[in-house]
């Protein structure tokens, strides 16, 4: 991830700009790793033999005016061997005066060795702690699960021997890191090669791990086996990736891999797209006509709520822009009054272009961890609000986007048995603007997206006056 142009000027956490500063954190860090003593007791530093080549952010986490995460992928290279290796580091930078607290408090009998440098590293200048991949704040199964031994002899075998039988073993095990969220979830991809001793019969299996820092993952894990075994997915109107275990100690959900890519990894100006779209229309309309025992519920309060504390973290990051995005919030704050009763429907919580999975003219819902109950018009209005995001994002046609639109709202309401309701899926695809997109421009930080808030809130404005001359306006 490329380094923002615009870095927000946070008088609580002055030293923003410098943790954001690759080149400067790359020398930071390599003083920091290789100040003490090398793996097997060389003199790492002294010698130069460890060189940090490359260092990138990979992801952002930023409360205005409290704290920001932010973790770090460092490329150092052995000039013994000659070789390149990988290290995630993860820091979180503090208001002046409290890091060192942070570090005391952090300095636990669980941390583990990591394959460069100290478990857990303090930098006064910039008020940061810092946790060396697998050591994390919250994750405390990392360090056990990044173990291949620990992994195929404690969890593995375990999984493997409740769901295919005692008679199967593993014989070789390939694990790839494929998503790390620091202090949330961590995903590993795990190929196997299984074996029975007395038949010669072998098996390859690819499963995806999910460990997670609560206990969400044991809720959705129940949720995807109840939607494994629904009648739609048997007739194969619904589809998904097959849940195998939870394992509570871990707080770590498995399932077997689903072939395909993003929708976003798709060619967004290419024909074959719209018809993609109505693939995913398709279903998002059969997920939420799925019936399962859920005890979350997502209401139009909690978007009220939500559109008010946007209020106060746009006024700290865009001023200027405080007037406009005042009277667009107090005109959706109304807007709601006249919302009156919706469908009820199984939501995924979290739609956007990477949770539809495509392979071939196939399309799945994946990442179901904000599955719960409520308006169907949530989906639709998130997913609208992405679509709209990447399009400015992607500096796409305007009157492409709003093809797009009206196709996958079209086909989702041919799908349904609730009339769709224009006025409803304008508010929320609005809201979704402010609450979502603009959200995540601000907290992740990455490039270029901070030029965009003006550009979302004008956008949510239009829509909430219906100003803007595309499917979601027109009753």
Request: aromatic share 10%; proline share 5%; with cysteine.
């Amino acid at each position: 991830m490329s380094l923002t142009l615009e870095i927000p000027q946070d008088k609580t956490l002055p030293q923003l700009a410098a943790a954001l500063d690759i080149a400067a954190m790359r020398s930071i860090f390599e003083q920091a790793l290789f100040a003490g003593i090398a793996p097997g007791g060389e003199a790492a530093l002294s010698t130069g033999r460890f060189q940090i080549r490359a260092c990138q952010i990979e992801r952002i986490k930023y409360k205005p005016g409290q704290n920001c995460l932010i973790c770090y992928q460092l490329t150092i290279h052995d000039t013994l061997t000659q070789q390149d290796s990988d290290q995630i580091l993860c820091g979180r930078i503090y208001e002046r005066g409290s890091g060192y607290a942070h570090f005391i408090k952090a300095r636990t009998p669980s941390l583990v060795t990591p394959k460069f440098g100290p478990p857990l590293l303090y930098l006064p200048g910039l008020e940061m702690v810092v946790w060396v991949f697998p050591n994390d704040r919250k994750l405390d199964a990392l360090p056990k699960l990044m173990d291949q031994t620990y992994l195929q002899q404690e969890v593995l075998s375990e999984v493997v021997a409740a769901n295919f039988g005692n008679q199967w073993q593993i014989t070789e095990l390939a694990q790839r890191l494929v998503h790390y969220v620091p202090e949330h979830t961590c995903t590993s991809r795990v190929q196997l090669q299984l074996g029975q001793k007395q038949t010669g019969e072998k098996l390859s299996l690819v499963l995806y791990g999910k460990t997670y820092y609560n206990r969400a993952g044991e809720e959705t894990y129940q949720l995807m086996e109840q939607l494994w075994v629904s009648k739609r997915r048997q007739e194969g109107r619904l589809r998904l990736a097959q849940p195998l275990a939870y394992q509570p100690h871990l707080k770590m959900l498995w399932q077997v891999e689903l072939p395909g890519q993003t929708l976003l990894a798709q060619d967004l100006s290419s024909p074959p797209f719209l018809n993609l779209l109505s693939r995913a229309a398709v279903a998002l309309a059969e997920f939420h006509q799925t019936q399962v025992a859920c005890a979350k519920s997502s209401h139009l309060s909690d978007w009220l709520t939500k559109l008010q504390e946007m209020k106060q973290l746009l006024r700290q990051v865009r001023p200027a822009g405080q007037k406009k995005l005042d009277i667009l919030v107090e005109r959706l704050l109304d807007q709601a009054e006249q919302l009156g009763p919706q469908p009820v429907a199984t939501l995924h919580g979290d739609l956007h272009l990477k949770n539809f999975f495509v392979e071939g003219e196939q399309v799945a819902l994946i990442d179901l961890d904000n599955l719960c109950h409520g308006s169907p018009w949530q989906d639709v209005g998130s997913f609208s609000a992405g679509l709209l995001y990447w399009g400015l994002f992607m500096a796409m046609p305007t009157p492409l986007i709003w093809q797009f639109i009206d196709a996958f709202c079209q086909q989702y309401e041919q799908n349904v048995p609730w009339p769709m309701s224009r006025f409803a899926l304008n508010w929320y695809t609005a809201a979704a603007l402010i609450n979502e997109r603009a959200f995540r421009c601000v907290t992740r930080l990455k490039s270029g997206r901070l030029d965009l808030l003006d550009d979302l809130i004008d956008l949510a404005d239009s829509i909430s006056a219906e100003q803007l001359p595309f499917y979601l306006v027109a009753e």
